[in-house]
């Protein structure tokens, strides 16, 4: 139980002498090994207090176009990033990290709140007015440390992302195909970007450069004693204004809401960042078309893979929810 005293010291913020604990698999979508840590820590000074933290390994991998997302969530914990949260935004408190040559660990705090799609459209409102305040200070602000930071993806990571799967045949010719089962209306609709592919990313290239989570999904989201705890940081980076917003919305949604939340919380996002940065000059959010660049192969793919007619519906709906997004947010 060697490895458990310094994370415990620093979570009890008291010496650790030994600790009784068992680790367990901890479910979700990270691509690391992440495990409860529960039990019990003795102290120095005779007492004996329950546990309960996070133990998270990444090995080293190379993500598509991001080569150094395995250690990034170690490297901004090393950063100035924590200063930068507020007392409603943060992400779990770090009591230990390591770094080997190809593998990184944290030992992080357990969040137990809600999360997924027990969230409710006020908390995802919520989450999206605190990620736009977080974001805005940032970009005022400008701090030094964020600025010469080495290890953060890059601005065209989604542009390239979209241009990937673009390129992909499986999909982009099941669209354009006779054999496709989606209304046509849909794939019309995905035809239609890639066809105005250079006015979109024109569009695009005029919204404020940002510091993006980029996985800014139900699943990372906790909602805890009416504050928003935010986890997995591996694809933090530069991005366009409103890429997280596009992920809160469609990233395995909540589609019995998705053009509700849509009408909530770009505004909501919109308000919040605009309490720390003048964008008086944004009049062309984009946040439905980054869907479509983000989500619309992707969700293509999990139609034409789904294991049961359920999952092949859920797909076939967001895309729907996505195309009954048209005009402007009200």
Same mark, same amino acid.
């Given at each position: ?80 990033? &924590?200063?930068? @949260? ?26 137990? &709140? ?30 030094? @440390? ?14 390239? @992302?979209?241009?990937?799967? /673009? ?35 024109? /569009? ?17 989201? @906790? ?10 940081? *591996? ?18 949604? *909540? ?42 192969? /992707? ?32």
């Amino acid at each position: 139980m060697e490895r458990y005293i310094k994370p415990l010291s620093k979570m009890l913020k008291k010496t650790v002498v030994r600790a009784d604990c068992k680790a367990a698999q901890l479910h979700g979508g990270t691509l690391g090994d992440v495990r409860l840590v529960t039990g019990t820590a003795e102290t120095d000074d005779g007492e004996t207090l329950p546990v309960k933290l996070v133990w998270k390994t990444q090995k080293q991998w190379e993500r598509h176009g991001d080569p150094g997302s395995w250690r990034r969530e170690y490297d901004l914990y090393m950063s100035e990033l &924590g200063g930068a @949260f507020s007392d409603t935004l943060r992400w779990p408190e770090c009591y230990h990290a390591e770094l080997n040559e190809n593998e990184t660990q944290l030992w992080l705090e357990y969040i137990d &709140g809600i999360s997924g799609l027990d969230l409710t459209g006020e908390m995802y409102e919520q989450a999206a007015l605190e990620l736009g305040r977080f974001q805005g200070k940032l970009y005022a602000e400008k701090p030094a @440390f964020l600025q010469t930071m080495a290890n953060l993806s890059e601005v065209d990571y989604m542009k390239n @992302f979209y241009l990937h799967y /673009r390129s992909w045949p499986v999909v982009y010719d099941y669209i354009r195909s006779d054999k496709c089962e989606l209304p046509r209306h849909l794939c019309q609709m995905l035809i239609d970007i890639d066809e105005n592919e250079d006015g979109l990313f024109a /569009r695009l290239e005029k919204l404020p450069i940002i510091f993006c989570h980029r996985d800014f999904w139900v699943t990372n989201i @906790f909602y805890k004693d009416g504050k928003i705890v935010l986890i997995d940081w *591996d694809t933090t980076g530069w991005g366009y204004m409103g890429e997280d917003m596009a992920s809160l919305i469609a990233d395995e949604a *909540d589609v019995e809401h998705m053009v509700e939340y849509y009408q909530k919380c770009v505004p909501a996002y919109y308000k919040g960042f605009s309490e720390y940065a003048g964008i008086s000059h944004v009049t062309d959010h984009c946040v439905r078309e980054l869907m479509l660049l983000m989500f619309g192969y /992707r969700l293509v793919e999990w139609y034409i893979h789904a294991d049961t007619p359920e999952d092949k519906a859920l797909h076939l709906n967001t895309l729907q929810q996505i195309y009954e997004m048209k005009g402007d947010i009200p």
